[in-house]
């Protein structure tokens, strides 16, 4: 699996935009980047996914860079309830034919909100 | 609604001991999943069932053996539990898309104590 990078910590002011990183430099044409997130003692939860251009939802928006080497998943307005660890993940959906390909966690950015 | 259910929350026994840990889910879902994280905090996939049929098991002692009666859920069995079992135990369900990588939805989590 193609691997990825992101920053161990990092820390907002509540209601201000929050932008977490993510490398993917070996990222492959069949890799989707996707986005989960894990709140304090719950599982974790999808949050957003794309391919080549950038996404938005009702939780986040994802910018991925032209090159797809990077991504960025972006809070626009930071609330406590958003204080969790985040997880950038590809997954190859060639891999099993279908979309259940299995994630593979990495060990995620860890976001404090500061109120 | 809960969409992925899992019994017990909390798990605590003895070394030597067989337990279980059930997993339901009401989402109509195709494929179903065991995730493991360990006291560092990291995730890692266990056991992969598509339509009641083991397709991923990632390097799990046979102690470990999942139970899939219908599609709607995937029970673990552990026997013989070992201290380093100590972990919190996530099952997780997704539906079986070609074409994309669709989302995972996690169970809220089974803390296992082993004693």
């Known amino acids: 699996d193609a691997k990825t990078t992101q920053p161990n910590s990092m820390e907002s002011n509540e209601e201000e935009p929050v932008h977490l990183p993510c490398n993917h430099s070996t990222i492959s044409g069949t890799d989707y980047i996707h986005w989960y997130r894990q709140l304090p003692s719950q599982g974790p939860e999808y949050v957003i996914h794309g391919l080549t251009s950038n996404v938005n939802n009702r939780m986040a928006s994802l910018a991925i860079a032209e090159d797809r080497k990077s991504s960025t998943l972006i809070l626009h307005r930071a609330t406590l309830r958003d204080a969790a660890v985040y997880y950038c993940i590809l997954r190859d959906f060639r891999i099993y034919q279908s979309g259940n390909t299995p994630l593979v966690f990495g060990k995620g950015t860890r976001l404090s909100v500061i109120a | 609604d809960t969409a992925v259910s899992q019994t017990p929350k909390y798990l605590v026994t003895q070394m030597g001991n067989d337990k279980s840990i059930k997993c339901e889910q009401n989402l109509g879902h195709d494929t179903m999943y065991w995730y493991k994280q360990d006291s560092k905090k990291f995730l890692k996939i266990m056991f992969s069932y598509n339509n009641k049929e083991l397709i991923i098991n990632e390097t799990v002692p046979n102690r470990f053996s999942p139970k899939s009666p219908d599609k709607a859920h995937l029970n673990l069995h552990i026997n013989s539990l070992e201290l380093g079992d100590s972990a919190v135990y996530f099952c997780?369900?997704?539906?079986?898309?070609?074409?994309?990588?669709?989302?995972?939805?996690f169970g809220p989590g089974t803390r296992l104590t082993v004693t």
């Open positions: 997780a369900s997704s539906h079986d898309v070609r074409g994309d990588s669709y989302e995972q939805y």
